[in-house]
């Protein structure tokens, strides 16, 4: 049975439609997805309405931004605050999800424009270059603001020479702490997995060797996230050393949790990941979708 987790569509910062997202799916072999675009479920009625007959298991999903401080530093680094990812999957009840996610949309609207503002004053655009950018950010996130993610301005920036890559994008402008960052408006962890909770769904803490953290801030990371009632947790892709996935395996075991596989699809934005290239569970791991199978 191959299994995806984790994949963005046009509701928020991949490029693919909903549809057109399961219907890649069903071509790569998958059997069972879960959209999980951030901050919002707009998508999953869309894809519903194809999954049944492309013989896809979908999942109900969505990537949650969520506020969090880090211990376990030295000095001056003793705390960290970090925006850190939380998947929700397999929920039931999509309208008390819908109703907790509307702030965070909106906060995503204006933190788009925000970011392009500090880019503009970065790269000393005048007014118009400015208002060009915004709009050309706007189209690749089909003109809604709330659908803006940085995946859209580091492809713009991309596409205008400004970056030799998106990548590049992020590492000298979009990444947390870099020039053009703009913090989003977020849950606290610990609310973001009870909200979970509530809507009957489980808990996955996303990519947790992404957040530019030592090892030892992850295995913190993970050890929190165990602590205030999350699931499970991704574990690093084969394209990661296998020294941090064994790491990861550890706190795995060690604070009992499940482990969700999902590749983070964003299509063309970012296509170094690709859908249906999930990791494999780790000997004695416990897929998360046995909870609910």
């Not at 994949?7 to 991949?14: I, L, P, V």
């Not at 990444?175 to 913090?183: E, F, I, L, Q, S």
């Not at 990861?248 to 999902?262: C, K, M, N």
């Not at 296509?271 to 780790?282: E, K």
Request: proline residues 3%.
């Amino acid at each position: 049975m191959k299994i995806d987790l984790h994949c963005h569509s046009t509701r928020s910062d991949g490029s693919d439609a909903p549809a057109d997202l399961v219907k890649r799916a069903q071509q790569v072999g998958i059997n069972m997805l879960a959209l999980t675009d951030h901050d919002t479920i707009d998508g999953l009625d869309e894809a519903r309405l194809i999954a049944n007959d492309c013989g896809i298991a979908l999942v109900n999903g969505v990537e949650i931004s969520c506020e969090h401080t880090l211990t376990g530093g030295y000095g001056k680094n003793k705390a960290k605050d970090k925006i850190i990812h939380v998947l929700g999957l397999g929920f039931d009840d999509t309208h008390t999800m819908q109703l907790a996610l509307e702030t965070l949309q909106q906060s995503r609207a204006t933190r788009g424009q925000k970011i392009v503002e500090r880019l503009s004053e970065i790269l000393s655009l005048d007014e118009g270059q400015a208002n060009q950018l915004w709009q050309a950010v706007l189209d690749k996130a089909g003109n809604n603001p709330q659908a803006v993610g940085r995946a859209h301005i580091g492809q713009v920036l991309f596409e205008r020479g400004v970056v030799k890559s998106v990548q590049q994008a992020f590492d000298k402008y979009l990444a947390d702490n870099k020039p053009a960052y703009v913090a989003i408006e977020a849950l606290t962890m610990a609310d973001a997995i009870a909200l979970i909770h509530q809507c009957g769904g489980k808990a996955a803490l996303a990519h947790p060797t992404h957040y530019r953290l030592s090892a030892t801030r992850v295995r913190k990371l993970i050890a929190e996230f165990a602590a205030l009632g999350g699931d499970a947790t991704e574990v690093p892709t084969d394209a990661e050393p296998k020294s941090t996935r064994q790491m990861v395996d550890r706190s795995v075991t060690e604070h009992g949790l499940s482990v969700a596989l999902g590749s983070d699809y964003h299509g063309s934005s970012m296509p170094w990941r690709r859908l249906g290239d999930t990791p494999l569970l780790g000997d004695r791991q416990q897929g998360i979708w046995e909870q609910w199978s």
